[in-house]
């Protein structure tokens, strides 16, 4: 009989759905204050969750959802590493 493993679940902070990691994108925020996305999950420092649609990223994005999570302000240039990566996963 297989193990069945606890599969890892987070919260999106914008729709607020409880989903496996693997299908959630973090952006983090480390000591410095920088603000990243983290595809490999395994960054230092305090994370966010976000679903993989472009527009829960639009969403995130007017509503500075992800300022007031990690405290931090996020540049621009963030939601457009985002968008690449969910057309890229959107691709396949």
Do not use: F, H
């Not at 069945?4 to 000591?31: A, H, Q, S």
């Amino acid at each position: 009989m297989a193990i069945k493993r606890k599969v890892p679940e987070r919260k999106c902070i914008v729709t607020g759905d409880m989903k496996p990691k693997k299908e959630l994108i973090r952006i983090v925020r480390n000591k410095e204050g920088e603000v990243s996305v983290d595809p490999t999950g395994k960054k230092n420092g305090r994370g966010a969750y976000l679903t993989k649609s472009v527009e829960v990223i639009d969403q995130a994005e007017q509503s500075k959802v992800l300022n007031r999570q990690l405290n931090a302000i996020i540049d621009p240039e963030v939601y457009e590493e985002l968008r690449k990566i969910v057309s890229k996963t959107n691709e396949k």
